[in-house]
């Protein structure tokens, strides 16, 4: 366990309609984050990944801090077991409560949601406001189309080659996890490392 680490925020599809095995990759996640006694912080939902990667961490120990809009949660959106249930005004609010409640954050495969939240974090560890680790599960290849487009952005100049650092690519809940425990604050800071490097060029 990483002792600057206590929540991870978990980005994750609320489809019941997809692959069993983004299913299965979110379970084992959820229990690498309870194994390694770590709480998670979510989008509040019952359904799809998000129900879960939650169900299985709650099952074993972690607790589960839900973040909810309140029109989805009118809508009739049922949270999953949660220790503790936020509601919010609306979306923007939603992602700075649980940018706020977390210290990493882990983006399972999802839809549009969940790559907004996931771009969203990205953007602000790039501009200062956070050092978070951030990780992209890359189960059975999802994200591969997404990693060849941030590659091409950086290649065509878009963005500094050192933008490479602000994410890591993990195969499998034990590689994030892994990414996590050894993650170094005061090494990982990418706005330093960015300004350095223009100092040193």
Excluded: W
């Amino acid at each position: 366990m990483n002792s600057e680490i206590k929540t991870i925020c978990v980005f994750a599809s609320a489809s019941d309609n997809i692959n069993e095995i983004y299913f299965k990759a979110a379970h084992e996640l959820g229990s690498e984050i309870a194994n390694n006694h770590y709480d998670i912080i979510y989008g509040g939902s019952n359904l799809g990944l998000m129900g879960e990667v939650t169900n299985s961490a709650r099952l074993r120990g972690s607790e589960i801090i839900g973040v909810m809009p309140e029109k989805l949660y009118n809508l009739g959106i049922h949270p999953g077991e949660c220790s503790r249930f936020i509601l919010t005004k609306g979306m923007r609010e939603r992602k700075a409560k649980m940018d706020e409640l977390s210290q990493a954050i882990i983006a399972l495969s999802g839809g549009f949601g969940t790559l907004e939240e996931l771009a969203e974090m990205i953007v602000q560890k790039q501009l200062g406001y956070n050092n978070k680790p951030i990780i992209l599960l890359n189960t059975n290849g999802f994200y591969d189309n997404l990693i060849k487009f941030f590659d091409d952005i950086i290649e065509q100049n878009f963005a500094p080659k050192i933008s490479k650092d602000i994410y890591f690519i993990a195969k499998n809940a034990k590689e994030a996890l892994d990414y996590i425990n050894s993650y170094d604050f005061s090494k990982n800071n990418y706005l330093d490392a960015k300004i350095g490097s223009k100092i040193n060029h």
